[in-house]
């Protein structure tokens, strides 16, 4: 049986995997036509918890934008997203990620 992953390991493998899921929720996001028209941005961090086979079991926004429609597009783009299987190395168990997500109308 081989040893488990070292925590540095698993580290580097959880480091890919929020850089995979990022481009996910990115690519899931709107911007909501307020923001653009305003040309306004905002920020929120939300936190979400994933199984090892990519599913989401729920989603929180834990740092608020001052705007809220940036807050429901943030969620939203996590909320509609299908993220691949934990890579090698990862734990065997659900994880809970944060991950800020720029919301922009400026440009």
């Known amino acids: 049986m081989a040893p488990p992953p070292s925590p540095a ?21 709107t911007v909501p036509s307020g923001l653009r028209n305003l040309g306004a ?10 199984t090892p086979d990519g599913r989401i079991l729920w989603t929180r926004i834990i740092r608020r ?6 807050n429901g597009a943030a ?9 691949p299987h934990f890579l090698k190395k990862m734990p065997d168990h659900p994880i809970v990620f944060e ?9």
């Open 41 to 50: 941005s905002g920020t929120a961090t939300i936190a979400f918890k994933v």
């Open 9 to 29: 390991a698993i580290q580097s493998a959880e480091a890919r995997y929020v850089g995979i899921v990022r481009g996910i929720i990115l690519g899931n996001l």
């Open 75 to 83: 969620r939203l783009a996590v909320e509609q997203s299908h993220f």
């Open 99 to 107: 991950i800020p997500i720029r919301v922009s109308g400026a440009g």
């Open 65 to 70: 934008s001052a705007y809220q429609s940036a």
